[in-house]
């Protein structure tokens, strides 16, 4: 059987590469679908650049002629082939990597904890879609995990190939694409996955979230994100954000609070309650605390690998505005009080007696 391409050069099988030149020459100036004769014919006129993309090049030819249509199929055409660069190409040839890009097989999720949550660390369950490996199939892709050695490759998974680029010969080993890589393949597809090995599942993820984590930090599961056809596994990613506390800020792991009191106790001194991520925590605050005074309570902050931070309060030191006559009187006396050798709080502490 004549081979088409040649046909539609109307050329030979044997013919030399000047006698193709030519030929391709002749025909695309007849069918040329610009040329405004009656012959014009952009179908054909395609048909014929294919024709001359192929038997152009000796290698493809040789293909061609081996393997018919099938053995040239996934080239590109011509003008795609002119317009990647040389450097493209020979980068392909000589790392094997392609354009193919990686899909990603890593998922994201999202979480918000509170910071008492983040405090004690805590544990989250999420339900994830995510693609898996095939109980069915063991993965395999085969009905009933049969599976046979790849031809292709040998059941190594790989191929070699040496091209030809612009620096010479390159050797590079690519992925045997008849077995996706796994060196085997499926007697007969799986009814399950439908040969892939892999199918899409709900699955019920626990993750412990650890203590001191901070906002925008995220936890990585690892192997928990798709599984590919090719059968390697993807991570999963749970992206973390700590809820403001009302009463807490916190920086890095210290923690920040203001805590108001009363004229009387800044000046004699009193116990005040200080919040802390889910528990308090009793203080006692010194005779002659200055309002905007900052106490610093030693490892109350937040857990860290570092170990705990520090907790910060601030005092802040409320002026009555209403005050009863018995206040106002009070305060009357304290203002007419002359400074003595008692000092300011015996002076007081006198007074309340
Ligand atoms: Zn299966
Ligand atoms: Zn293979």
Same mark, same amino acid.
């Given at each position: 059987?004549?081979?088409?391409?040649?046909?539609?050069? *109307?050329?030979?099988?044997?013919? &030399?590469?000047?006698?193709?030149?030519?030929?391709?020459?002749?025909?695309?100036?007849?069918?040329?679908?610009? &040329?405004?004769? $009656?012959?014009? #014919?952009?179908?054909?006129?395609?048909?014929?650049?294919?024709?001359?993309?192929?038997?152009?090049?000796?290698?493809?030819?040789?293909?061609?002629?081996?393997?018919?249509?099938?053995?040239?199929?996934?080239?590109?055409?011509?003008?795609?082939?002119?317009?990647?660069? &040389?450097?493209?190409?020979?980068?392909?040839? !000589?790392?094997? /990597?392609?354009?193919?890009?990686?899909?990603? !097989?890593?998922?994201?999720?999202?979480?918000?904890? &509170?910071?008492? $949550?983040?405090?004690? *660390?805590?544990?989250?369950?999420?339900?994830?879609?995510?693609?898996?490996?095939?109980? #069915?199939?063991?993965?395999?892709?085969?009905?009933?995990?049969?599976?046979? %050695?790849?031809?292709?490759?040998?059941?190594?998974?790989?191929?070699?190939?040496?091209?030809?680029?612009?620096?010479?010969?390159?050797?590079?080993?690519?992925?045997?694409?008849?077995?996706?890589?796994?060196?085997?393949?499926?007697?007969?597809?799986?009814?399950?996955?439908? *040969?892939?090995?892999?199918?899409?599942?709900?699955?019920?993820? %626990?993750?412990?979230?650890? $203590? *001191?984590?901070?906002?925008?930090?995220?936890?990585?599961?690892?192997?928990?994100?798709?599984?590919?056809? %090719? /059968?390697?596994?993807?991570?999963?990613?749970?992206?973390?954000?700590?809820?403001?506390?009302?009463?807490?800020?916190?920086?890095?792991?210290?923690?920040?609070?203001?805590?108001?009191?009363?004229?009387?106790?800044?000046?004699?001194?009193?116990?005040?309650?200080?919040?802390? @991520?889910?528990?308090?925590?009793?203080? =006692?605050? @010194?005779?002659?605390?200055?309002?905007?005074?900052?106490?610093?309570? =030693?490892?109350?902050?937040?857990?860290?690998?570092?170990?705990?931070?520090?907790?910060?309060?601030?005092?802040?030191?409320?002026?009555?505005? #209403?005050?009863? $006559?018995?206040?106002?009187?009070?305060?009357?006396?304290?203002?007419?009080? @002359?400074?003595?050798?008692?000092?300011?709080?015996? %002076?007081?502490?006198?007074?309340?007696?």
């Amino acid at each position: 059987m004549a081979k088409k391409y040649y046909e539609l050069l *109307g050329v030979s099988e044997d013919a &030399s590469q000047k006698e193709i030149k030519k030929a391709y020459r002749k025909k695309a100036k007849k069918y040329h679908p610009d &040329s405004n004769s $009656e012959t014009a #014919d952009e179908e054909k006129f395609k048909k014929i650049n294919k024709a001359y993309d192929i038997l152009s090049d000796e290698d493809k030819r040789r293909k061609y002629d081996q393997f018919g249509e099938q053995g040239v199929e996934g080239h590109a055409g011509r003008g795609q082939r002119r317009a990647a660069s &040389s450097f493209q190409d020979l980068f392909e040839h !000589l790392f094997g /990597g392609g354009r193919r890009q990686r899909e990603s !097989l890593d998922l994201k999720i999202h979480t918000t904890i &509170s910071l008492e $949550e983040a405090y004690q *660390g805590v544990e989250k369950t999420f339900e994830v879609s995510r693609k898996t490996s095939c109980e #069915d199939c063991n993965g395999t892709g085969g009905e009933g995990g049969e599976t046979s %050695t790849c031809s292709e490759c040998g059941g190594r998974g790989k191929v070699r190939t040496v091209k030809r680029t612009p620096l010479g010969r390159a050797e590079t080993v690519e992925r045997c694409s008849n077995c996706n890589g796994k060196g085997s393949v499926p007697e007969k597809n799986c009814g399950s996955c439908n *040969g892939k090995g892999v199918v899409e599942s709900e699955e019920k993820i %626990t993750v412990d979230i650890p $203590e *001191g984590i901070r906002d925008g930090q995220r936890v990585r599961l690892k192997d928990k994100g798709n599984r590919s056809e %090719t /059968g390697r596994n993807g991570d999963l990613y749970v992206y973390v954000t700590v809820e403001d506390h009302k009463e807490l800020e916190r920086k890095k792991s210290d923690l920040f609070t203001t805590v108001t009191i009363g004229v009387g106790d800044a000046a004699l001194g009193t116990t005040i309650s200080v919040p802390r @991520p889910g528990s308090e925590l009793n203080v =006692d605050i @010194p005779e002659g605390t200055q309002p905007g005074q900052v106490l610093r309570l =030693d490892g109350q902050g937040m857990p860290s690998r570092r170990g705990y931070g520090d907790l910060y309060v601030k005092i802040d030191v409320e002026i009555p505005e #209403d005050l009863t $006559e018995e206040q106002k009187e009070f305060m009357e006396e304290f203002r007419g009080v @002359p400074e003595t050798d008692k000092g300011f709080f015996e %002076t007081v502490k006198d007074l309340i007696k």
